[in-house]
């Protein structure tokens, strides 16, 4: 005859629910940049506010380098279990695919979109030596083509796609691109008058218009933000219809994620966003939370601005290894 030890058999039951349930363990958020910047700082303010509605560690990892790209492979190639989690942006996952020669990835279809979490406007900013208004500065540069310049963080940037963009807006806006290494370089040199204007985070110059080493124009977002309330928006200050430039920011897993974790995730990421310090952070880096934005809409949120972004693209002519 044989017998069953029926305390072993519930303790396997357990352990089998156990390992059921998810999370279970910690979870790793991977930060595709490096440390101290807007997004490092949304990133694990974000994973803070995810701990605490999952009631399990959200532990941040920093992997920057190449642009996005290194912690973006990381992430692709890890585990579909839920247990490693990208926190991707418009340079990782919406210019990556644009710009390379020989990407690494598929930003759609190497990856399960479980949300989009925040968007932050474009400010374009000048030397205080150049005019009041966005007007006045555009009439300048239409009167002298071959005269004036514009910073950015780089070539095939986001912050190059803002100003070609503005560009291709306004139309016959001659002011010429002038590609630096981050907006760490690109800043300093307007304020020191070797380019008239920037393109930038509204965050990452907004202390700098306070103090008056230089002064926004506009801002390309659909409404002014209480950070710089005297700044008006691009579409106001130039008269164009519904002008935006938003940088964004998305959480991803590798492709294969069950729909029932991307489910619980999505979730937990909108109960996120309405967490008073979550909120509160998001406020002083000019970043709008976008709840709802999740699983298939989240996918479709980023291949249609893909598609926006590849009309400017084409135009620039820049290609990456």
């Given at each position: 005859?044989?017998?069953?030890?029926?305390?072993?058999l519930?303790?396997?039951?357990?352990?089998?629910?156990?390992?059921g349930q998810?999370?279970?363990?910690?979870i790793?958020?991977?930060?595709?940049?490096?440390p101290?910047?807007?997004?490092?700082?949304f990133?694990?303010q974000?994973?803070?506010a995810?701990s605490n509605?999952?009631?399990?560690?959200?532990?941040t990892?920093n992997?920057g380098?190449?642009a996005g790209?290194i912690?973006s492979?990381?992430?692709k190639?890890?585990?579909?279990?839920?247990?490693?989690?990208?926190?991707g942006t418009?340079?990782?996952?919406?210019?990556?695919n644009?710009?390379?020669n020989?990407?690494?990835?598929?930003?759609?279809s190497?990856?399960?979109?479980?949300a989009?979490?925040?968007?932050?406007?474009?400010?374009?900013?000048?030397n205080p030596?150049m005019?009041?208004?966005?007007?006045?500065?555009?009439?300048?540069v239409k009167?002298n083509?071959?005269?004036?310049?514009?910073?950015?963080?780089g070539?095939?940037t986001?912050?190059?796609?803002?100003?070609?963009?503005?560009?291709q807006?306004?139309g016959n806006?001659?002011?010429?691109?002038v590609?630096?290494?981050?907006?760490?370089?690109s800043l300093?040199?307007?304020?020191?008058g070797?380019?008239s204007m920037?393109?930038?985070?509204?965050?990452t110059v907004i202390?700098?218009?306070k103090?008056?080493?230089?002064?926004?124009?506009?801002?390309?977002s659909?409404?002014r933000f209480?950070?710089?309330?005297?700044v008006?928006?691009?579409?106001?200050a130039?008269g164009?219809?519904?002008f935006q430039?938003?940088?964004?920011?998305e959480?991803?897993a590798?492709?294969?994620?069950?729909?029932s974790?991307?489910?619980?995730?999505?979730a937990?990421?909108?109960?996120?966003l309405?967490d008073?310090a979550?909120?509160?952070?998001?406020?002083?880096?000019?970043?709008?939370p976008t709840?709802?934005?999740t699983g298939?809409?989240?996918?479709?949120?980023?291949?249609?601005?893909?598609?926006k972004l590849?009309?400017t693209?084409?135009t620039?002519?820049?290609?990456?290894?």
């Amino acid at each position: 005859m044989v017998t069953f030890d029926t305390h072993i058999l519930i303790c396997n039951a357990t352990f089998a629910f156990a390992q059921g349930q998810y999370p279970n363990r910690p979870i790793k958020l991977i930060i595709p940049f490096p440390p101290a910047g807007p997004t490092d700082i949304f990133a694990r303010q974000y994973a803070q506010a995810l701990s605490n509605i999952l009631n399990t560690p959200v532990i941040t990892e920093n992997k920057g380098g190449a642009a996005g790209v290194i912690g973006s492979v990381d992430a692709k190639r890890s585990t579909p279990d839920g247990y490693t989690l990208l926190f991707g942006t418009v340079t990782t996952h919406g210019l990556y695919n644009l710009l390379s020669n020989k990407p690494q990835y598929d930003s759609l279809s190497d990856f399960t979109h479980i949300a989009v979490i925040g968007e932050a406007p474009i400010a374009f900013a000048v030397n205080p030596s150049m005019p009041k208004t966005f007007k006045e500065f555009v009439e300048l540069v239409k009167n002298n083509p071959t005269k004036y310049s514009y910073g950015s963080s780089g070539e095939g940037t986001f912050l190059h796609y803002a100003g070609e963009r503005l560009k291709q807006s306004v139309g016959n806006f001659p002011i010429q691109h002038v590609p630096y290494r981050g907006s760490g370089a690109s800043l300093p040199a307007v304020i020191a008058g070797e380019v008239s204007m920037t393109s930038d985070t509204l965050s990452t110059v907004i202390n700098q218009h306070k103090s008056g080493n230089i002064r926004i124009l506009g801002v390309a977002s659909s409404k002014r933000f209480a950070i710089a309330p005297d700044v008006p928006t691009v579409s106001e200050a130039l008269g164009l219809k519904d002008f935006q430039v938003m940088a964004w920011y998305e959480i991803l897993a590798p492709t294969g994620l069950p729909q029932s974790i991307v489910n619980q995730l999505a979730a937990a990421s909108d109960k996120a966003l309405s967490d008073p310090a979550l909120i509160e952070k998001l406020n002083s880096l000019s970043i709008q939370p976008t709840p709802g934005i999740t699983g298939n809409k989240a996918f479709q949120f980023v291949k249609q601005d893909m598609e926006k972004l590849s009309v400017t693209i084409k135009t620039l002519g820049v290609r990456l290894d």
